[in-house]
C-alpha cells in the first residue's frame, strides 16, 4: 500500500465520519465543525490529486466564507438543539431507507462504469493554476461573467431579505 | 462622387416624403399650419426635384451607355432559403413616367391643399398621411421587383384608408373607408396568389430577371400558352390591379370614397393611386403579350367598366359622384388599351388623364369650396361669373376629358381607340363601345359644367356667399390646367405623320408589344385621320346634346327620367350593385360566421376543448393536492425519489435500453 | 507530479529532516513570541514615558519566562455550561492554525552549505506552488478559533467577541486577499520564493520592490492584516472597556496563553508576509556590485556596538546579578557580529534572513507603535472602512495594475 | 497514484450521506449543510474526473459550483433569519405554511 493511498483512505475515513457526525449530532453548530472536517478533508483529497489551487479555494471560500457565515448566523440565532420532530410520515418510514438506496445505488453505478475513466495522462499539468485562470477566461469566460451577475443578485438579495422591515 | 448622384442614391426619393410624414406625425401636433406647410412642402417638392434630376440623369446619361433599365439592390430584406427579396429599386421609362407624374402632381395638389384645409382640424395630421401616401406610392413605381412592389401597394392602400376615414367622426366616412379597404383586400388575394405562383415557377420575382427569364423562352404568337402560366399570372395580377383601380367588380369602392377630403379624391383617387393597378398591368405586359385569353379579359372588363360607369355617371347629382364615376370610366380607358396591347397608350392615357382629372377634382374642390361646402350641382347653377379662375381651368379640363383637339385627352384617346380599331381579330365591339363612351362622357362632363357654371342660381344667395379661392388654391389649378392642354403634344406629330413620341420613349419598355399593331404607314396614317374626325364628331355631339339638355330645354332631363323611369331609377342607384353585393356576397358571410363560425366552431369545439382541459387540470389538481403538505421534510423525500429513479433509467441497463430511443430523439 | 505527492514519495530522512526543522521553527518562534510581550511592553512603556518591566531579571529580560510559569500554573478554571468540546477545541484551534502558518515562510534564500544525510537544508518547512493561497486558507480557517471560543464559553461578552471577530475578520479577509492580487499579478505565481525573487534587488536596489507600484495595495493590506490579527485599533473581539475581554472573556490560565501567543505568532506572520510581498523578502535595499559591498558588513555594524552599548550599561546596572549578566550578554553579541567579519563566508550567508528579520522587526515595531498611540474604531466605522473604503480601493489597484500590465505587454 | 474509480466511490458516498441528511436532519440550518455537504460530494467527482482525463475544466466547474453555493449561502441564510424571526422556531416541520 503506497503513502499515496494510505493518505487516500485516511482522508476519505475522516470526510466519512465527518459527514456521519454531520447527520448525528443534535446540535447545528457542531454539524458544522464536522462538515468543516469534511471540506477540509476534500481540500486535503484535491490536493492528493494535484488540484492545488481548488483545494486553496475550498478552504479559503467553503471553509472561511460560507461555513464561518452558517456558524455565524447559528450564533445569531442562537440555535439549540433540533428538536425531534415527525410530522412528515413518508420521511420517517420512508426516508432513510430511501436515502440509503440512493447511496448504494450511487456506489454500485460508480463502481460498475467508474471503472471505464482512463486515468491521467499528465497528473502535474493539473497543478498549473494560471491554465486553469487561461481556461477561465477563455472558454468559459461567459459563465464567468454570469456568475459575477449571479452574486451581484445575490447580494441584492440578501441585502433585502436582513434589512428590518422599516415601519 | 458618382456620375448619377440621385440615380445611385435612388432611395432618396421615396425617403422624403417618408421623412416629412414622420416628422408632422410625430410632432406636427403642436405646431402651427405654417411649419406643417414647410414640412409637407419641402418634403415633397425636394423630391419631385431629386425625381427630376434622376430622370435626367436615366436618359441622358445612363440610358445611352446601358441600354437597359437602372437596377440597384440597396439592401436584402427578405432572405429565406432560395428565396431573395431584396429591397431593390429600379428606374426604366416607365417608372420615369410614374415617378415624374406622381411626385409632380402631388406636390401640386400638397399646395393646393394647404389652402383647401387650411381650416380644418387635424391639419398635420392630413399632411403626415399625404406624405406617407407619396411615400408608398414611389415605392410603388420604383420597386424593382414584386414584393417591394407589394410594400407600396399595400401601403398606398393604407394610406387611402386612413385618408378616406379622414372625418372619421362622420359614420359614413369611416365606413367608406372600411369599404376600400376590404375591397381592396381581395383584389390583393389575387395579386398575393400571382406572385405565387411567379415564384414558384421562375424561383424569381425580380422584374429583371423574371422577365428576362420570359423574354428568354423564344416566344412566337403561334404557340401562345393558352390557359398556361402565362394567363393565369397575368389574371391573377389583373384581379389584384382591378381592386386597386376600381374595375368591374371591384369598382365599388371608389365612389363612395369620395367621403374622403377632396385633394385626396384628386391626389389617391383620381391622378394616382388607382392607376397604380394600370401600372402594374403595363409592367407586366410581357404575360399579356403571351396570353390572348388575358388580354381578351382585360379588354373586356376595361372595356365594359367604361361604359358602366359612363352610364352611371349620366344620371348622378353629386359633382363629387360624378367625378368619380368618370374616373373609374376613365381607368376602364387606359385598361381597354392595355387589353388591345397599346400599352404604351395607356400609359399616355393614364398621364394626361392623371393632369385633366386632378384638375377636375381640384376645381370641383374648389367650386365647393366657393359653395362653402355644398356638393350637390343641383343647387349650384350660373357660378361662372363668380369665380372666373375655377371656371376656367375647370373648362378647359373638361374640354380635354370629352376629348377636343388639341387638347392633352384627345391623342391619348385617341391612340387608344385607334390601335382598339387596328388590332385584328375581333377587336372591333372594343373601339365602338370605346367610341360610345367617349359620346357619354362628352356629355355628362359638359351636363356638369352647365348644372354649375351656367344658367339661373338655384341656391338661396343670402345664405351662401360665393367667393373665389385663394392664391395657393389657383395656382395648381393654372398649372395643372396648361398640363392637360399641352400634356398630349408630345404624341402629335403622329397626325402629321410624324411619329409618336410619347411611345417611342416608352418602347425599350413594351418593345415589340406595339409591334403586332404595326402596319404599312400611309394606310394607318389616312385610318387615323379618319378615326380622329369621327372621334371629334361624337365628342361634340355629346356636348350639343348636354348644351340642348341643360341650357335650352332645363325642364327636358326630368320629363325624360319620368318617361323612362325604371332605366332612370336604375341608373341612380348604380344598377343596384351595391344591393346585389349586400345580398350575395355580405349576408351569407354574415349567417355563415355567426351560425357555424361562432355558434359551432368557437363555442362548442374551442372553448369546449378549453375548458375542458382547464377543467381536467383542476381535477387532477384536487386529487394531487394532498402531496403538496407543506412538509418540507416530505418533499425531501420525493426529491430522493426522483433520483433514484434517475440513476435506475441511467445505470439498469434494462431501463436504459427503454429510454435510449427517447435520449436520442432529444439529443437530436 | 503534484506537490503533495511528491513529499510522499520522499526518503525517510527527509521526514526527520523537516521534524527537526519544526521543532526548531517552534521553539524559535514561541521564544520571539514570548520576547515581543516583553518587547511591546517596553516600548509602550517607554512612549507612556515609564520604565516597563524590570524586576525579574535585568531590564525585566526574564518576565517572559514569568509570565509562562504563572499561566502553567495558574487554576485552570472552566465554567459552568460549556460546550466542553469546543470550549477546548477552540484555542487549540488557533494556536495551530497561527503556528502552522509559519511553515510556509521562507527565512533565506539559499540552502544551508552542508547536507543532512544527503538531503538539503532550505531555511523554510515546506514551499509550495500556491505558498500564499496556503497562508491565507490558514488565516481563512483561524476566524473558528475566536468565534467557536465566544460561543463556546456560553456567556454575552464572550459571544458578542466570538460574533464581532466573525464579522470582522470574514469583511477584511475580502480587501486583504484584494489587496495582494495586484503583487500575484506582477509575480504572475502564488510561490513567495518566486514573489522575493521577481523583486530582486540587486541592479536598482529597493526601487525594484513592489511596495512602490503596489504603494496602495501594501497600505490596503497592512490595514486589514492588523483587523484580521485583532490587534489595536482593530481589536473590538476583546474591546477591554466594551466586552471585557471579548471572546477570551472565560478562559483562563494555559488556555488564554494559547490565544495570546496565537496572536503573536499571527502578527509575526503578518509581518512576514508584509516584507515579502512588499519589502522584497530577504533583498537588501542596497544594489549589488562592489560599490555597496559595504553594506554586506551592516549586521556586524549594527551587533558590535549594540554588544559594547550593552556592556557599558551591564557595568554600571544597580543589581549585581545584572553586572554579571549583562556584559556577558553584550560580549556574546559583540562576538557575534566580530566572528561575521571574520568568516565573510558566514556573512554572505547571513545577508537575506537579516534583512528579512530586520524588516520584521520593523512591522513589528509599528504594531506596538500603533498600539501605544491610536485609539479604538467604533464597530461602525470598522464595517464602513472594510466594506466602503478598503474593499473598492484594492479592487480599483487589481483593476488599474493589471490594466499596467496589459498595456506594457509583460506576461 | 490512487485509482479514480476510489474517489468516485468516495464522492458517491458522501453524496448519499448528504442525502440522508437532506431527509433525516430537522433542523433549516442542517438541512442547509447537508446541501452543502452534497455538493461538495459533487466537486469531488468534478476534480476526480479532471484528474483522470487530464482536463481542467472540471475544476473549473468546481469553481462555478463553489461560486454558486456561496451566493446560494447569502440568500439562504438570509431566508433563514428572516423564517427563524417570524416563526420563532428552525424547525422545518413547524414552517409547513406553504400548502393548499
Known sequence: MTAPLLIFFLLAAVAVIGALSLILQKHPIHSA???????????????????????????????????????????????????????????????????????????????????????????????????????????FVYPFELTSFLILVAIMGALVLAQREKS | MPTQPILEYLWIIPLLPLLGAAINGLFGAKWSNTIVNTVALSSTGLSFLCALEAAREFVTDY????????????????????????????????????????????????????????????????????????????????????????????????ASYLLIGFYFLRKSASDAGKKAFIVNRIGDFGFMLGMFLLFRTFHTLDFHDLFNQIAAQNWKPEHMWEFGTMTVAGLLLFMG??????????????????????????????????????????????FFERSETALVVVGTIGCATAFFAATIGLVQTDIKRVLAYSTVSQLGYMFLACGVGAFSAGIFHLMTHAFFKALLFLAAGSVIHAMGGEQDMRHMGGLSKKIKYTFATMFIATLAIA???????????????????????????????????????????????????????????????????????????????????????????????????????????????????????????????????????????????????????????????????PVYKTLLNKYYVDELYAAAIVGPLVWLSENVLWKVVDVEAIDGTVNGIAHGATGIGDTVRHAQSGNTRSYAVWVVIGALAIILILFWPALHALVAPAQAAVTR | MSSVTSFLTQAGGFWVLTIIKIALLLFIVLTVNAYLTWFERKVVALMQSRIGPHRVGPHGLLQPAADGLKFLFKEDAMPAGVDKFLYLLAPFLALTLALASMAVIPFGPDPLPFKFFGHQIDLWITNPQIGLLVLFSITALGVYGVALAGWASNSKYPLLGGLRSSAQMVSYELSMTMSVVGVLLMANSFSLTKIISDQDSSAHGFFSWNFIPQIVGFFCFFISAIAETNRVPFDLPEAESELVAGFHTEYSSFKFAMFFIAEYTSMITVSALCSILFFGGWNSPFPGGSVWQFTHYLPSLILIPFGLWVIYDGIKYETIWGRLVLPGLGTAIAAMGAALIVFPTVNEYVQGPFWLLGKMLFFLFFYVWARGTLPRFRYDQLMNIGWKLLLPVSIANVVITAAVIVFRGMK | MVPTQYYLILSAILFGLGAVAFVFKRNIISIFMSIELMLNAVNLAFVAFSQASGKLDGQVFVLFVIVVAAAEAAVGLGIIILTARNRRSLNVERVDLLKL
Open chain 2, 63 to 158: 440610358y445611352p451607355q446601358h441600354h437597359d433599365a437602372f437596377h440597384k439592390a440597396f439592401f436584402d430584406w427578405i432572405v429565406a432559403g432560395n428565396f431573395r427579396a431584396g429591397f431593390d429599386l429600379q428606374m426604366d421609362q416607365l417608372t420615369v413616367v410614374m415617378v415624374l407624374v406622381v411626385t409632380g402632381v402631388g406636390f401640386l395638389i400638397h399646395i393646393y391643399s394647404t389652402g383647401y384645409m387650411a381650416h380644418e382640424g387635424g391639419y398635420y395630421r392630413f399632411f403626415s398621411y399625404l406624405n406617407l401616401f407619396m411615400f408608398f406610392m414611389l415605392i410603388l413605381v420604383l420597386a424593382a421587383n414584386y414584393v417591394v412592389l407589394f410594400v407600396g401597394w399595400e401601403g398606398v392602400g393604407l
Open chain 2, 241 to 286: 390591379a382591378c381592386g386597386k383601380s376600381a374595375q368591374l367588380p371591384l369598382y365599388v369602392w371608389l365612389p363612395d370614397a369620395m367621403e374622403g377630403p377632396t385633394p385626396v379624391s384628386a391626389l389617391i383617387h383620381a391622378a394616382t393611386m388607382v392607376t397604380a393597378g394600370v401600372y402594374v398591368v403595363a409592367r407586366s405586359h410581357i
Open chain 2, 403 to 565: 376629348g377636343i383637339p388639341p387638347l392633352a385627352a384627345f391623342f391619348s384617346k385617341d391612340s387608344i381607340l385607334l390601335q382598339a380599331f387596328q388590332r385584328e381579330g375581333g377587336w372591333h365591339p372594343l373601339y365602338f363601345v370605346g367610341l360610345l363612351t367617349a359620346l357619354l362622357t362628352a356629355f355628362y362632363m359638359f351636363r356638369l359644367i352647365f348644372l354649375t357654371f351656367w344658367g339661373q342660381p338655384r341656391y338661396d344667395e343670402h345664405h351662401v356667399h360665393v367667393h373665389e379661392s385663394p392664391w395657393n388654391m389657383l395656382g395648381p389649378l393654372v398649372v395643372l390646367a396648361v398640363l392637360s392642354v399641352i400634356g398630349g403634344w408630345v404624341a402629335a406629330p403622329a397626325l402629321w405623320g410624324g411619329k409618336d413620341y410619347f411611345s417611342e420613349f416608352l418602347a425599350p419598355v413594351f418593345g415589340s408589344g406595339e409591334a403586332a399593331a404595326a402596319v404599312d404607314e400611309a394606310a394607318a396614317h389616312n385610318l387615323e385621320w379618319k378615326l380622329a374626325i369621327v372621334a371629334v364628331i361624337t365628342a361634340v355631339l355629346g356636348i350639343a346634346v348636354a348644351y340642348w339638355f341643360y341650357v335650352r330645354q332645363p325642364k327636358k332631363p326630368e320629363d325624360l327620367a319620368k318617361s323612362m323611369q
Open chain 1, 33 to 139: 465543525l464536522s462538515l468543516i472536517v469534511v471540506m477540509v478533508a476534500l481540500a486535503g483529497l484535491y490536493l492528493l490529486m494535484g488540484a492545488e489551487f481548488v483545494a486553496a479555494v475550498q478552504i479559503i471560500v467553503y471553509g472561511g466564507a460560507i461555513m464561518v457565515l452558517f456558524v455565524f448566523v447559528i450564533m445569531l440565532l442562537n440555535a439549540g438543539e433540533e428538536e425531534h420532530t415527525d410530522f412528515s410520515k413518508i420521511a420517517k418510514f420512508a426516508g432513510l431507507p430511501l436515502a440509503l438506496a440512493l447511496t448504494g445505488l450511487l456506489a454500485a453505478a460508480m463502481v460498475r462504469h467508474g471503472g471505464s475513466v482512463a486515468n491521467a495522462t499528465n497528473p502535474d499539468s493539473l497543478a498549473d493554476t494560471s491554465k486553469i485562470s487561461m481556461l477561465l477566461f477563455s472558454t
